[in-house]
Structure formats: C-alpha cells, structure tokens
C-alpha cells in the first residue's frame, strides 16, 4: 500500500493467524492488529471484492 503521504507500507495477512501485520508505518515501524473473522475473510478473498 502507499499512504496518501506517499510513504509504502507492507501489509500482511497470514492464513493461520488473526491479525494483520503492517510493515515501514510512518513514525510508528511496525504493528499487528488483530481482525474479526468477516475482516479476515474479506481481506484473504480479494477474488470476491467489488
């Protein structure tokens, strides 16, 4: 992804965990957020987005 500020910043989704990991944040480095089971469905089938 790239912020609005034009920095790059990773985001990972993992098969066998419930949170995300985003990587390179502006100012913060780096944080594991954990999602909702509808949020982490949604974010491993990008096939299905509209």
Do not use: C, F
Request: proline share 6%.
């Amino acid at each position: 992804m790239t912020t609005r500020s034009g920095h790059d910043v990773d985001l990972y989704v993992y098969e066998n965990d419930n949170h995300i990991a985003l990587k390179n944040l502006p100012l913060i480095g780096n944080i594991q957020l954990p999602l909702s089971d509808k949020e982490l469905y949604w974010l491993r089938h990008p096939e299905e987005w509209e």
